[in-house]
């Protein structure tokens, strides 16, 4: 598994542990499950689910060059998950326990030199959120698109526009969404430099 650079990353240029994927993929369904994730910048790693009454856990089977050359080195260890009541009263929410900190993440991040998966907290060096890179001219035009993108696939899934006579709950969240991108919209073109407005014809 190739090692990232030391400059700043973003969370979307890093690999990344999801715990929502894991759900996704069925790994915390059964009491063992078996398998093997890859990214697209070329990592990949083995990972197995050990879920029972006494203990749950991940483990995470890899390798790496130390400095990109040199022999390798491998990886193996175990990653601990818990659970806390949701807050909707539906169930426990479940979370990984970061190898590093000890503190609860949804997401873990194998970056800046770290030869573990850790939480951000867990890194001196902070990793910034795609939106905190972001120009002031550049924020509402990233953020239209992040959120045109979630429109696109919640339409996708939307059957019905009612249930009872009630807008259902994916209409629902199609609408907030919509509603932000429109802002996100105006915003962008707002702050557009006077000159490049009037060739648009925006005033």
């Given at each position: 598994m190739g090692r990232a650079s030391t400059g700043a990353v973003t969370t979307g240029e890093v690999t990344r542990l999801e715990l929502s994927y894991l759900l996704k993929q069925g790994y915390l369904k059964n009491s063992f499950t078996f398998g093997r994730m890859s990214w697209?910048?070329?990592?990949?790693?083995?990972?197995?689910?050990?879920?029972?009454?006494?203990?749950?856990?991940?483990r995470v089977s890899y390798s790496f060059r130390e400095g990109g050359d040199g022999e390798p080195i491998q990886k193996d260890?175990?990653?601990?998950?818990?659970?806390?009541?949701?807050?909707?009263?539906k169930g426990d929410v479940p979370y990984f326990i970061c190898p590093s900190s000890g503190r609860r993440a949804r997401i873990l991040?194998?970056?800046?030199?770290?030869?573990?998966?850790?939480?951000r907290q867990a890194y001196s060096i902070r990793i910034y959120y795609?939106?905190?890179?972001?120009?002031?001219?550049?924020?509402?035009?990233?953020?239209?698109?992040?959120?045109?993108?979630?429109l696109q696939n919640c339409r996708g899934k939307s059957r019905k526009a009612?249930?009872?006579?009630?807008?259902?709950?994916?209409?629902?969240r199609i609408a907030y969404l919509k509603?932000?991108?429109d802002y996100h919209d105006y915003m962008r073109w707002k702050i557009l430099p006077k000159a490049m407005q009037k060739h648009f014809h925006f005033i």
């Open positions: 697209t910048n070329g990592s990949s790693i083995q990972i197995s689910s050990s879920i029972d009454d006494d203990e749950k856990y991940i260890y175990k990653i601990y998950l818990t659970s806390v009541p949701s807050n909707l009263g991040y194998l970056c800046y030199g770290s030869q573990s998966f850790r939480c795609q939106c905190q890179q972001s120009s002031k001219l550049n924020f509402h035009n990233d953020r239209y698109w992040k959120l045109d993108k979630e009612t249930y009872q006579g009630k807008p259902t709950r994916l209409r629902e509603a932000k991108q």
